[in-house]
């Protein structure tokens, strides 16, 4: 068993060159180390990312938004940036979980662990995000959401690679993001949702809508997408969103016994969701 805890991207880069199939990249560890009680797995060896500093901190630029994989839920939901520029990931955030496992939980743990109920990911996916990558040779990748996630808890990461930043493109956008679960709070998504427009002049000039935990990874909602393109919001119709949001899920899953019980989730979602838009 080896632990490890580089202080920067060169330390880092050196541990990445010893990982092995039994080494594991740990953070916030809320959802690893679960992962490694129920398979009862101990023969093991750890990378901790927690002090690597080019992994840490919210970089406001000219065209994204650059997020270090090691920003927590509580920073996500702290930053006045994220806040006004990014509602739906800043709701993601402060929906997740208990006020301590915002306090552990890292973007990049959320989306590497690629969970097919996980709230961030189905935002990044409406944002069209790109993942940064880091290997053991210094080199650096970047990958969009929809190809970083592969299926279920599976991702495009190769041995010898960590999640080092999220970028997301800056526009003048609205975004919103709901979500169904087994109870009011700190609850695991039955299912979620985000959505994010493109404005112009009040209208929506570009839909970008992803539905989560219908599927082994976020699914694209192109009905509501096309119904949502160039209408303003005081036009948008409860009904007819509520009617296209079933077909997405009977789309998504048409032979799962949960499409019954998801097909009227999402009719709800969809009402607190319209009901919070400008």
């Known amino acids: 068993m080896m632990f490890t805890a580089p202080a920067d991207e060169k330390e880092l880069q050196a541990a990445l060159s010893q990982a092995d199939e039994r080494t594991y990249l740990i953070a916030g560890g809320t959802d690893l180390l679960i992962h490694l009680q129920n398979r009862k797995e101990t023969d093991c060896s750890f990378i901790d990312l927690t002090k690597v500093k080019e992994l840490q901190g919210i ?52 989306i590497a662990n690629a969970s097919q109920s996980s709230d961030c990911s189905v935002v990044l996916f409406a944002y069209g995000a790109l993942v940064e990558i880091f290997s053991a040779q210094g080199e650096r990748r970047k990958v969009p959401m929809d190809q970083f996630i592969t299926g279920r808890e599976k991702t495009c990461l190769d041995r010898g690679e960590a999640v080092s930043r999220i970028l997301i493109p800056r526009q003048e956008r609205s975004s919103m993001f709901g979500k169904v679960g087994a109870r009011k709070a700190v609850t695991i998504a039955k299912i979620n949702c985000a959505m994010d427009f493109r404005m112009e002049e009040g209208l929506i000039q570009k839909a970008s809508i992803y539905l989560g935990a219908v599927g082994v990874k976020p699914v694209e909602a192109r009905l509501l997408e096309n119904y949502f393109q160039g209408k303003s919001f005081a ?34 979602l969809l009402e607190d969701m319209i009901g919070a838009l400008p």
Not at 72 to 85: G, I
Not at 89 to 102: C, D, K, N, P, V
Not at 248 to 264: D, G, L, N, S, W
């Open 59 to 110: 970089r406001e630029e000219k065209d994204w938004i650059d997020i270090g994989a090691l920003v927590t839920m509580t920073e996500l939901c702290a930053s006045p940036l994220v806040k006004e520029e990014l509602r739906a990931l800043y709701l993601a955030a402060y929906h997740l979980g208990s006020e301590q496992i915002r306090n552990r939980a890292t973007l990049g743990g959320a």
């Open 235 to 268: 036009e948008i119709a409860l009904q007819d969103v509520q009617e296209l949001g079933k077909e997405e899920v009977e789309k998504a899953i048409p032979t799962r016994p949960t499409r019954f019980y998801k097909r009227v989730a999402v009719q709800g």
